[in-house]
């Protein structure tokens, strides 16, 4: 970490933006710091160095009885990455983000000084560094609370709904019985609102085969991309009817059901070299129906349409982070094709009703979100910047916050 | 009496190549692990990692010299006496700048010590327990480095030349009896031994892949593993190429 650029630290960069990015400077490599330090078997408390998968841990934990209270969507992320996002998952409204398991975290800072901090120790540093997008200093150590579970496997029910009035009644009768929640939206046909909601729990079913994980590689970038409105449409609807007539009750393997791409390898490769683009806001729950409905209702002018469209409520409660992203509100995670300025106009609709809505934008997936948006959306952003590493740069940085 | 414990002892310890080899020996079931480098505390970080992964195992740490005769005789003494090894990982080494060698024979007998006379030190001392015991795998990693000198790097190339024929005579000697050498010759992988060379944009190989390859190699005790296994080729060419030829190659 010792040089003159400034730098930035990079876990295993699935970051969607521009979050881990440093074109002009150095990247630190923390997937070097792969060791477990300690696991106590009693509590469920384990420390480890932060270039750690998360997926490690599930692997190392499951089978003996402990496991992550939250994650995100894909188990191929670092610890200080999750940390750095303070990354969501399906959990949200019972057990809140990545942060609020994480009892203490070590900071190297670029003046060469060691910051420890917790909940209960330098709190304002923790709550720098938690959703603090790297910024603070390179996490090189975390100790994280686990949670008790059976075994790898989840009792779910997937349930069609047809509009957001449906969704809104799906997830409030689900909140207090079911840990995980989720749903699949179609933007496109009919105008949108149409989806699948996605619940579950773990089970206590004793041994069972655990389904071959076979990775299906997408092995090049193909020359134009495979996602546009006719195969968005055709995925859709064989998607949406394939699901609803899968719907209903199963035990499945914690895998498939957190991380479904992640059996893909390179899947970001369907969308032809010119790559895509991710859009994810929260609105407040109360203005939330009305500002998802817009949000549909232009992604569905456009033509556009996402490829993964998810949509979750998030829970009542504030997030350790000064720049976490999750608040109180329902969040809508969308991927488009890059098709240039077309779909930049979109994004400017899209922030209007964001700003509107009193909401925010996820920077683990922007690349582009003005600066107004961003300081409008994070009021917590002046208190933060007091706790910036004045060694570490990332391109994010530079286009939020100046410097 | 519990379980018979597979008994496994790393020199070098820290290598990035040894540390996820010992992450597969724990993976496979719990063994008796003797770790031995030359920095206790950075090697009590990579036993503490494998106790978390494998609780039943039992690790051990030892700080050692690697250059001194007497010192390594002693420290294998005391290894051995506690009683017979199974497998043995000869891992330490460390890549010169090869400009710096030829200016500063320190630095090249430094290299020269490093990679060469510190690991036969090592397997000679073991190899006398081990043919009386008349079992266990001695595995040593040479490198793709010592099967021809090329002018980027020969002084490591030299030094990993040496272990390599030193092995060769080591398996003729041990041919016949219960004791099994393995030379493991490593291509260019992703370590931070290498970290400078990934800068400038060469392609590493993933170093669990690598470990794979030598954990396999080990347990079937072939007498050679080049790993990734594509090396075996590629160096056989290197190897044959005539010397008008190569002499004209920048490598
Ligand atoms: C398929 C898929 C699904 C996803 N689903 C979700 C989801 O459901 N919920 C969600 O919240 N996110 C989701 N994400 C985003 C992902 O979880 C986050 O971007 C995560 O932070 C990536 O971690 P990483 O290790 O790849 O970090 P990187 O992307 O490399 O870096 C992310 C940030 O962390 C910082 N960082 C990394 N390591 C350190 C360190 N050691 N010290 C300090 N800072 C560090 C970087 O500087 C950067 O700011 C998903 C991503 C993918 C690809
Ligand atoms: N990586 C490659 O591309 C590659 C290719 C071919 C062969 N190899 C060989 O593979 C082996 C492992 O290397 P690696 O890639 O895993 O590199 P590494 O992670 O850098 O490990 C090097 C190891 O050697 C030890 N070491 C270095 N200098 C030493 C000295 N003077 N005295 C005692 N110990 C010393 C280091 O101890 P400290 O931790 O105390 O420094 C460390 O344990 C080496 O023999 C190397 O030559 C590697």
Known sequence: ?403 | MPDYQKRIVILGATSAIAEHCARLWVKDGAVDLTLVSRDLGRTERVAADLRVRSPQSVVLVLEANFVDPPAISQLVDEIVAVGAVDTVLIAHGSLPDQAVCQQDLTACHDALTVNGISPVLFAEAFAGPMQKANHGTLAIIGSVAGDRGRKSNYVYGAAKGLVARYAQGLQHRLAGTGVKVVLIKPGPTNTPMTAHLKQQGARLANVEDVARLIVKGINQGKPVVYAPGKWALIMMVIRHLPRVVFNRMDI
Not at chain 1, 88 to 104: A, D, E, R
């Open chain 1, 1 to 403: 970490m010792k040089s003159s650029q400034l730098g930035i630290a990079y876990g295993m960069g699935r970051s969607y933006g521009d979050v881990c990015l440093n074109p002009d400077g150095v990247l630190w490599n923390a997937t070097g710091l792969d060791r477990f330090i300690s696991f106590d078997e009693v509590t469920g408390l384990l420390a480890c160095e932060a270039g750690v998968l998360l997926g490690d841990i599930q692997r190392l934990a499951i089978p003996r009885g402990w496991i992550l209270p939250v994650t995100p969507g894909t188990q191929i992320v670092t610890v200080g990455g999750a940390i750095a996002n303070d990354v969501h998952g399906k959990s949200h409204h019972v057990l809140g983000s990545f942060g609020n398991h994480v009892k203490k975290i070590t900071l190297a800072r670029t003046d060469g000084t060691l910051i420890e901090c917790g909940p209960a120790m330098l709190p304002d540093w923790f709550s720098a560094t938690v959703g603090g997008l790297g910024l603070t200093g390179v996490i090189t150590e975390a100790e994280i609370q686990l949670r008790r579970v059976a075994g790898p496997w989840l009792d779910t029910e997937t349930v069609p709904y047809a509009n957001l009035d449906e969704f809104f009644a799906l997830s409030e009768a689900s909140e207090s019985a079911w840990e995980h929640t989720v749903s699949w939206i179609d933007c496109i046909s009919g105008g949108g609102g149409r989806g699948l909601f996605m619940r579950g729990n773990p089970a206590d079913v004793g041994p069972r085969t655990v389904p071959q994980g076979h990775n299906l590689i997408v092995p090049f970038v193909p020359p134009i991309s495979l996602v546009n409105r006719l195969s968005l449409r055709l995925f859709n609807m064989a998607y949406f009817n394939f699901k609803k007539w899968q719907s209903g009750r199963a035990i499945v393997h914690y895998e498939p059901f957190f991380y479904p791409l992640d059996n893909i390898l390179e899947w970001n490769r369907i969308y032809g070299p010119k790559g895509f683009f991710q859009y994810q806001s929260v609105v407040p729950r109360a203005l939330g129906r009305d500002a998802v409905q817009a949000m549909l209702g232009e992604i569905a002018r456009s033509g556009d349409g996402s490829f993964l469209a998810v949509l979750k409520t998030f829970g009542n409660r504030q997030p350790v982070g000064m720049l976490s992203f999750p608040q109180p509100g329902v969040t809508l995670a969308l991927d488009f094709p890059n098709q240039g300025g077309r779909t930049l106009k979109l994004f400017e609709r899209l922030d209007a009703i964001v700003r509107e809505a009193g909401g925010r934008i996820y920077p683990a997936k922007d690349a582009r979100m003005p600066r107004e948006l961003f300081e409008a959306g994070y009021p917590l952003l002046n208190e933060f910047l007091k706790y910036r590493d004045p060694g570490i740069s990332s391109a994010l940085s530079r286009r939020l916050m100046g410097y």
